[in-house]
């Protein structure tokens, strides 16, 4: 990692008596002066990194992007240069903060290893030209800019829809400023496009035929019924300014979408339609230069893992055994004996008992179930967490907007701000609602909402005095393995009792992550085609054949990510057996969770050791 000292001797240091969330390196008896300067260090890294990355500090609500701030004007810089303005900065950031010298019983040596680690996974296949790298991102290295899940086109419209602040006439102006920089902006996305397929990315075929309709949403529709339109309107609702700031507000946005976005986005289109042809027939990064090169990078940083391709493929394939042979003995108990497992899921997927109405009405008793369980699982937080960690934020339960929820995932979850003024949100996806079975959603919202990703992140948002850096990183294994323990951690705790269709839900959900071992390296490294990654995972999830496509298609997008989950998972669940085993009748599993949740996203080799030295 750079650092002379061990990892273990940074446990050390942590079991000596320093914590994560205290204040940077304060001195431990016995020392006269900090041994480092690591928090303010890791300061100026983290704002040399947002200032690269505008809209991730407007995501989280960093101080430069609060109250119309520098960083909430702009979009991030896509462009060849502000790539490689990136990559550099993260480059440089890496060295820095390698160079400080921590004594292994200064908490700024475990600061700086985490943060050291975040930026560590970004370089690693920096040499590899296409694409895009974000250090700070769930997705480490994706080597198509624009696709249908991801990129500019979607993520900027996101975070202004649904994250950006508009309280203040200040705020209200630097979105207004940010919309009329799309122009620019997406000038720069399609010289990097170009600059890709000059250095031999070309996208698969598939994934550049259903980016089409997600650029065509966004240039469909009357101005004023435009999700950014509607955004401004719902965010000045409760803003300090009068009625006349607001009518002005919307007449400038209105123009900025009509004469600089939405042509952006028609530019845009047309390069990817001009693409088309020219696009990959093969599904997987394999067949992009250095392609084996990006995707172990991936493995290592996403999975957490520096087991090969087949080793991890081998492991999916024994757990798909394992799991389907439990959905086996629970179907057969329910009197579901004909067909196999996969068959029969997707008959229980098509039981009008497990379906709601697929209209307003019924998409909104969705979304009523799905907080009763939040509710449920809250109430819950005393069997499995200290009660001095359990967070405070509040978590909103919303659909995934129209405009993108074609190729979006069935759920997912954004984090609240780091102010405290915008709560978390656990997105569920209604496009299909013949594909939202009600026996899936107790798992779906486990794992986005609580004590999955809302409880990990409100937790690791509410350190106040940690790094920024860790504050906000992602560390795909830690966070998804702990979303799909946390699945398993309501089973164990009894959530689905008198329940055997939930739990029937709960295994698919962890046979679907299974699968995902299997066709993601099936996909990357063995050469799969797209139809039969399909093939697979239908057959064996009985998951309905629109889920299956779009999670395909997403792991086409984004190579190694689907890989975190059940790794994570299962280094998760190993640790705590072997504390278990360790700590015999004194083993308490909120002291487990405690460990894991308590100081923020990390890697899951020094989780590990924390659990070791407890």
Same mark, same amino acid.
């Given at each position: 990692?750079?650092?002379?000292l061990?990892?273990?001797e940074?446990?050390?240091?942590?079991?000596?008596?320093?914590?994560?969330?205290?204040s940077?390196c304060?001195?431990?008896p016995?020392?006269t002066?900090?041994s480092?300067?690591?928090?303010?260090?890791l300061a100026?890294e983290?704002?040399h990194l947002?200032a690269?990355l505008?809209?991730?500090a407007?995501?989280?609500?960093?101080?430069?992007?609060?109250?119309?701030?520098?960083?909430?004007?702009?979009?991030?810089?896509?462009?060849?240069?502000?790539?490689?303005a990136?990559r550099?900065g993260?480059?440089?950031?890496?060295?820095r903060i390698?160079?400080?010298?921590?004594?292994?019983?200064?908490?700024?040596?475990?600061?700086?290893?985490?943060?050291e680690?975040?930026?560590?996974?970004a370089v690693?296949?920096?040499?590899v030209?296409?694409?895009?790298?974000?250090?700070?991102?769930y997705?480490n290295?994706?080597?198509?800019?624009?696709?249908q899940?991801?990129?500019?086109h979607?993520?900027?419209?996101?975070?202004?829809?649904?994250?950006?602040?508009?309280?203040?006439?200040?705020?209200?102006?630097?979105?207004?400023?940010?919309l009329?920089?799309?122009?620019?902006?997406f000038?720069?996305?399609?010289?990097?496009?170009?600059?890709?397929?000059?250095a031999?990315?070309?996208?698969?075929?598939?994934?550049?035929?259903?980016?089409l309709?997600?650029?065509?949403?966004?240039?469909?529709?009357?101005?004023?019924a435009?999700?950014?339109i509607?955004?401004?309107?719902?965010?000045?609702?409760?803003a300090v300014i009068?009625?006349?700031?607001?009518d002005?507000?919307?007449?400038?946005a209105?123009?900025?979408?009509?004469t600089?976005a939405?042509?952006?986005?028609?530019?845009?289109?047309?390069?990817?339609?001009?693409m088309?042809p020219r696009?990959?027939?093969?599904?997987?990064?394999?067949?992009?230069?250095?392609?084996?090169?990006?995707?172990a990078?991936?493995?290592r940083?996403? #999975?957490?893992?520096?087991?090969?391709?087949n %080793?991890?493929?081998q492991i999916?394939?024994?757990?798909?055994? $394992? @799991?389907? !042979?439990e959905?086996e003995?629970?179907l057969s108990?329910?009197?579901?004996?004909?067909g196999?497992?996969?068959?029969?899921?997707?008959a229980?997927a098509d039981?009008?008992?497990?379906?709601?109405?697929?209209?307003?009405?019924?998409?909104?008793e969705l979304?009523?179930?799905l907080?009763s369980?939040?509710?449920d699982?809250e109430?819950?937080?005393p069997?499995?967490?200290p009660?001095?960690?359990?967070p405070?934020?509040?978590?909103?339960?919303r659909?995934?907007?129209?405009?993108t929820?074609?190729?979006?995932?069935?759920g997912?979850?954004?984090?609240?701000?780091l102010?405290?003024?915008r709560?978390?949100?656990?997105?569920?996806?209604l496009?299909d609602m013949?594909?939202v079975?009600?026996?899936?959603?107790?798992?779906?919202?486990?794992?986005?909402?609580?004590? #999955?990703?809302h409880?990990q992140?409100?937790? %690791?948002?509410?350190?106040?005095?940690?790094?920024?850096?860790? $504050? @906000?990183? !992602?560390?795909?294994a830690?966070?998804?393995?702990w979303?799909?323990?946390?699945?398993r951690?309501?089973?164990?705790?009894?959530?689905?009792?008198?329940?055997?269709?939930?739990?029937?839900?709960?295994l698919?959900?962890?046979l679907?992550r299974?699968?995902?071992?299997v066709?993601?390296?099936?996909?990357?490294?063995?050469r799969w085609?797209?139809?039969?990654a399909?093939?697979?995972?239908?057959?064996?999830t009985?998951n309905?054949?629109t889920?299956?496509?779009?999670?395909?298609?997403r792991?086409m997008a984004?190579?190694g990510?689907?890989?975190?989950?059940?790794?994570?998972q299962?280094?998760?669940?190993?640790?705590?057996?072997?504390?278990r085993?360790h700590?015999?009748?004194?083993?308490d599993?909120r002291?487990?969770n405690?460990?894991v949740?308590?100081?923020g996203?990390?890697?899951?080799?020094?989780v590990?050791e924390?659990?070791?030295?407890?």
């Amino acid at each position: 990692m750079g650092f002379e000292l061990t990892r273990r001797e940074m446990i050390a240091g942590l079991a000596a008596g320093t914590i994560l969330g205290t204040s940077g390196c304060a001195a431990l008896p016995g020392q006269t002066a900090q041994s480092c300067n690591a928090r303010a260090a890791l300061a100026q890294e983290a704002d040399h990194l947002l200032a690269l990355l505008p809209e991730i500090a407007t995501y989280n609500g960093a101080d430069a992007s609060l109250n119309g701030g520098p960083l909430a004007r702009t979009l991030n810089d896509y462009s060849p240069a502000g790539e490689q303005a990136l990559r550099d900065g993260t480059a440089a950031s890496r060295a820095r903060i390698a160079s400080l010298d921590c004594s292994p019983n200064d908490s700024g040596a475990l600061h700086a290893a985490v943060c050291e680690a975040v930026l560590a996974n970004a370089v690693r296949s920096a040499h590899v030209p296409y694409g895009h790298i974000n250090p700070l991102r769930y997705d480490n290295h994706v080597p198509y800019l624009v696709s249908q899940i991801s990129g500019p086109h979607i993520d900027s419209q996101a975070v202004m829809t649904s994250q950006q602040s508009l309280r203040t006439p200040d705020e209200v102006d630097a979105w207004l400023e940010k919309l009329e920089g799309f122009e620019t902006a997406f000038a720069g996305i399609s010289e990097k496009i170009r600059s890709d397929e000059a250095a031999g990315c070309r996208p698969p075929q598939a994934l550049l035929a259903k980016t089409l309709p997600v650029l065509d949403a966004f240039l469909e529709g009357p101005a004023e019924a435009h999700p950014l339109i509607q955004a401004l309107e719902t965010g000045m609702v409760d803003a300090v300014i009068d009625q006349s700031m607001r009518d002005t507000a919307k007449r400038r946005a209105i123009s900025a979408l009509e004469t600089r976005a939405r042509p952006a986005y028609s530019r845009l289109r047309e390069q990817i339609a001009d693409m088309l042809p020219r696009g990959q027939e093969n599904a997987g990064v394999w067949a992009q230069p250095d392609g084996e090169t990006l995707y172990a990078a991936n493995i290592r940083a996403l #999975g957490d893992s520096d087991q090969s391709p087949n %080793a991890i493929h081998q492991i999916g394939l024994d757990e798909v055994a $394992r @799991i389907t !042979s439990e959905m086996e003995i629970l179907l057969s108990a329910q009197g579901l004996t004909q067909g196999s497992v996969g068959e029969r899921m997707l008959a229980l997927a098509d039981d009008p008992r497990f379906l709601y109405e697929d209209s307003d009405a019924g998409r909104e008793e969705l979304l009523e179930y799905l907080r009763s369980l939040v509710n449920d699982a809250e109430a819950r937080y005393p069997e499995f967490l200290p009660a001095d960690i359990v967070p405070q934020q509040p978590m909103l339960i919303r659909r995934v907007p129209v405009a993108t929820q074609d190729s979006a995932p069935g759920g997912y979850y954004d984090a609240p701000s780091l102010d405290g003024t915008r709560p978390g949100t656990y997105w569920v996806n209604l496009r299909d609602m013949s594909a939202v079975a009600r026996f899936a959603l107790p798992t779906l919202s486990y794992h986005e909402g609580v004590p #999955g990703h809302h409880t990990q992140i409100a937790i %690791a948002s509410g350190l106040g005095e940690a790094p920024l850096i860790i $504050r @906000i990183a !992602s560390f795909n294994a830690y966070q998804e393995g702990w979303a799909l323990y946390s699945e398993r951690l309501m089973w164990e705790l009894g959530a689905y009792e008198d329940d055997p269709f939930g739990d029937l839900g709960r295994l698919q959900d962890e046979l679907f992550r299974a699968v995902r071992l299997v066709v993601d390296t099936g996909i990357h490294a063995m050469r799969w085609p797209r139809e039969r990654a399909i093939e697979y995972m239908s057959e064996v999830t009985g998951n309905p054949e629109t889920t299956v496509v779009a999670e395909i298609e997403r792991y086409m997008a984004w190579p190694g990510q689907a890989l975190g989950y059940k790794l994570g998972q299962l280094r998760l669940l190993a640790m705590r057996e072997e504390m278990r085993s360790h700590k015999g009748d004194a083993y308490d599993l909120r002291q487990f969770n405690e460990i894991v949740l308590g100081q923020g996203a990390m890697p899951l080799g020094l989780v590990a050791e924390r659990v070791q030295a407890a």
